[in-house]
């Protein structure tokens, strides 16, 4: 197993930044624009912020475009639905649950599951260096 590298977490998460305001955005829009169901507008970020991660991940964090970008998407879609999936069932949770608005839902969930799930997956599963 690889030994975490310091400037490749910290890429990581000014990517996961940039990604998680994408997704902010797509999600307030939704929710407080359109009016939409705050679970549709966390799948919609969810979408748009996955497609900027992906961008990044693959140019900026791993450098990695030399790799078949089909087989990069397959496996970052995989990683996505996971990580869709838990975000969407944690907002869900802390918004009926713990009756937290959808925004601080959104905020606690996005934390965990980006360092917690999306980042070790990206590094050795989806971005991983031949």
């Given at each position: ?68 970008a ?5 496996r ?5 639905l996971g ?36 980042y ?11």
């Amino acid at each position: 197993m690889k030994a975490v590298r310091y400037p490749t977490i910290l890429k990581a998460q000014a990517a996961s930044a940039v990604s998680t305001a994408v997704d902010f955005l797509v999600t307030i829009g939704c929710v407080e624009g359109l009016h939409a169901w705050y679970l549709l507008g966390t799948v919609l970020g969810n979408a748009a912020g996955g497609a900027t991660n992906f961008y990044l991940g693959r140019h900026f964090v791993f450098r990695a475009p030399e790799q078949g970008a089909p087989a990069q998407g397959v496996r970052y879609f995989i990683v996505w639905l996971g990580s869709m999936a838990l975000n969407a069932a944690g907002v869900y949770l802390f918004t009926q649950l713990l009756h937290l608005n959808y925004v601080y839902s959104k905020v606690v969930v996005s934390l965990l599951v980006g360092v917690g799930f999306n980042y070790f997956l990206q590094l050795h599963f989806v971005f991983r260096k031949p």
